[in-house]
């Protein structure tokens, strides 16, 4: 029963949540979530926490998150990675940020 009772216990690590939404694109935008080989960005795909957003020169994306209603606008080039309620920036100018309210 022991052993029965610490393999239940024994889960694996749970997956990032989703966290917002990318509203707009404007040129090929690349993201990598976990150890996913990195993509071309969606419109309309999901934002999970953690994922990498790498802006080109002359692309933009629009992101928005689900919990407060923040919307980002970020201008290559750069790159961000999303928080659970906005993003964080890593390369390259700040977001610009219109919250709608959530």
Do not use: H
């Not at 999901?46 to 970020?74: C, H, I, M, N, S």
């Not at 100018?93 to 219109?98: D, E, I, K, L, N």
Request: with cysteine; net charge positive.
């Amino acid at each position: 029963m022991l052993v029965l009772g610490a393999a239940v216990s024994f889960q694996a690590p749970a997956q990032a949540l989703d966290v917002g939404l990318v509203k707009m694109l404007a040129g090929d935008v690349f993201y990598q979530s976990g150890n996913v080989a990195p993509g071309k960005a969606e419109m309309y795909m999901k934002l999970r926490q953690g994922d990498r957003f790498t802006v080109p020169a002359g692309a933009q994306v629009r992101v928005v998150y689900f919990q407060g209603g923040r919307e980002e606008t970020w201008k290559g080039p750069g790159v961000f990675r999303a928080g659970s309620l906005q993003s964080e920036p890593a390369i390259g100018s700040p977001a610009q940020v219109c919250t709608t309210g959530g």
